[in-house]
């Protein structure tokens, strides 16, 4: 799954001759579709994803940062530090996704959770994100700056991209834990296989 999200970042995919502005729209359709799995299905049920977001989840619940602000504070020094490695319109277009993720986040801030069952919860939540963040991925951006500092760190040391971003997961979920609870990790966990399956069905 990560070696095919080196190649999207790093290669001319079937994509490549899309517009810039068509790039923009769908990784606005899909930056929104993250916010939308986030608030209303994920979030106010304590359920969090991997990476930044995760992160991001996990700060706003123990401090009074709202997420969308905390995802934008959080990722933008990666997408700039992969900046001379991934190119410029890595840059943009990310930076694009994160901005819009985080007003689509603020915006659904005030609205109460979609469903509180957790198999609805973990299924629509996992699936939502996943075709968002897939979309954003086939179009040329990213919302994690954890897989761009995974890049640069296999580049320089014996781990590959994907055991460098589940090191960086094992201390999100495990953090959860002890936040949200055993149960809430749980179904963190499932949202998040569900969501990366979705993303490696898109991408594909």
Known sequence: MYKRRVNYYFSYSRSAYISI????????????LVAISLQLFLVKNNVIDGGIVGVSIILSH??????????????????????????????????????????????????PSITNNPILVIVLGGVILGLGVG?????????????????LLSKRTPFSIGQIVMFFNFFIFSSSIYIFGLKEAVFSLAAFFLAYKTIDLLIK
């Open 21 to 32: 502005y068509k790039r923009l729209l769908f990784i606005f359709c899909g930056a929104s």
């Open 62 to 111: 123990i401090s009074s940062i709202e997420i969308g602000f905390a995802l934008l504070l959080l990722n933008t020094p990666f997408f700039f530090l992969g900046y001379s490695y991934l190119g410029k319109r890595f840059l943009i277009l990310s930076l694009f996704a994160i901005s819009v993720l985080s007003i689509g986040t603020h915006v659904l801030e005030p609205f």
């Open 135 to 151: 979309i954003v991925i086939r179009y040329g951006g990213s919302l994690d700056g954890t897989e761009v500092l995974a890049i």
